[in-house]
């Protein structure tokens, strides 16, 4: 008798496994994509996690995974060799461009191409299309009795260790600049109209590639303007010295006028109208001391009159208790010192004796209400620029 052998049923496979052919790993494709078409060094992650995913689960790819770390490996290195190489063709590049743009530059703008680094105290020079806040413009130095865009009044270097921030930055530079723009044209009657004050500054940026310098100068873009502006301390007689030091503290004391309308800041108008009378003060005893001189006696002997006028007025200002009081003080003060008086003076100095526009209001006094009066540099407006920070100030 025989019997049927027993049925064999096949192992059952093993947990996890479905069947058909085993699923490929996407890390292991995407490592060898990657590696040759986008990022290498994320190649060499995505085979490095292709082959521990296939290691556990046994999925497919594990040639994909080796081919995909060796071809990020390489193209990893090639591209760390590559950087350099490039880097240095860009710049030379671009200072193959910044040639041809200084040539083209040349063509176009008198003077001599020089590093901003260059330049001095005294010193002229041009920038193309007279732009003086134009980012990093290019400097040619000329000789000051030709046509030129500015002139260089200070030159110095800050002595910090640290970037002090842009707004100090902006105050230190404007502050300096006009210190620096007085001592070198110390009669601003002498200034034209169209002369302003600008500065070049570290930013932030060049800061950090040893940029210190703060250049300050005398800007004439607007104008076909020769000859120096200078006529500092050396290029003046003590007298005159002497006599424009005493003036310019009282153009100081006109430009310390409170910016608030009387009413809202009366004590502040008190204030000023005290400082005015010091100023004034020290102007009339400076004229004392020359009464003796015969080509100055005479003017000095009026304004010494009206300077007396004039500080009775600003003492009653000073104690003034309501708006109305305190304009009318104000009123007489002006009154008393027409700026005809110090152009007289002035011309007996043998100093300008053009009146300055910031100078003559609508009646031709000086320190008119409402005026803003006082000399350029008092109460600056700034406009920063771009790149080392040029920047220009109304004078």
């Known amino acids: 008798m025989t019997t049927q052998p027993p049925h064999h049923w096949p192992a059952p496979p093993p947990q996890g496994y479905a069947y058909g052919p085993r699923p490929l790993n996407g890390f292991a494709l995407a490592s060898l994509l990657v590696g040759l078409l986008c990022f290498p060094p994320l190649g060499i992650v995505f085979a490095i996690v292709a ?8 999925e497919r ?8 770390l060796a071809v990020s ?20 590049l671009g200072e193959r461009s910044g040639s041809r743009r200084a040539a083209q530059l040349r063509e176009d703008v008198e003077g001599t191409l ?54 100090r930055m902006r105050n230190t530079a404007s502050e300096d600049c006009w210190s620096a723009q007085d001592a070198y044209a110390m009669d601003t ?5 169209y002369a302003e004050l600008y500065y070049f500054a570290p930013s932030r940026r060049s800061w950090s590639y040893g940029d210190r310098r703060i250049v300050c100068v005398i800007g004439t873009p607007d104008r076909e303007h020769r000859g120096s502006l200078r006529n500092d301390a050396g290029m003046l007689t003590p007298e005159q010295v ?55 006696a005479g003017p000095a002997g009026v304004q010494r009159e009206r300077l007396e006028v004039a500080r009775l007025a600003w003492q009653q200002a000073e104690r003034a ?50 005026e803003g009066s006082g000399p350029p540099g008092t109460s600056p407006g700034t406009s920063p620029g771009p790149a080392r920070s040029p920047s220009r100030e109304s004078a």
């Open 242 to 296: 002497a006599f424009l030091k005493v003036m310019k503290e009282v153009d100081e004391a006109l430009g310390k006028q409170p910016d608030e309308e009387v009413a809202d800041a009366l004590q502040a108008y008190n204030g000023w109208a005290w400082t005015m009378d010091a100023a004034l003060g020290a102007e009339s005893r400076f004229l004392d001391t020359v009464k003796g001189r015969p080509e100055l």
């Open 73 to 92: 490996l390489v193209m990893s290195l090639a591209v760390a060799v590559a950087l350099p190489v490039l880097g240095r063709a860009l710049d030379t």
């Open 321 to 370: 208790k309501t708006e109305e009081a305190f304009l009318d003080a104000w009123d007489r003060a002006t009154a008393a010192l027409p700026v005809e008086l110090e152009k007289a003076l002035r011309g007996a100095y043998g100093l300008s004796t053009t009146v300055p526009e910031w100078l003559v209001g609508p009646e031709g006094d000086m320190g008119h209400e409402g």
């Open 61 to 68: 790819g594990k040639a994909l995974a080796v081919w995909g």
């Open 114 to 167: 020089v590093d901003a680094s260059e330049l001095r105290l005294g010193h002229c020079f041009n920038v193309a299309g007279g732009d003086l806040l134009a980012e990093a413009p290019l400097v040619f130095r000329i000789d000051c009795a030709e046509v030129h865009d500015a002139e260089v009044t200070s030159a110095t270097s800050m002595s910090e260790q640290t970037f002090p921030g842009a707004e």
């Open 51 to 58: 082959l521990v995913q296939i290691g556990k689960s046994g």
């Open 189 to 193: 009657w002498a200034l034209p109209a």
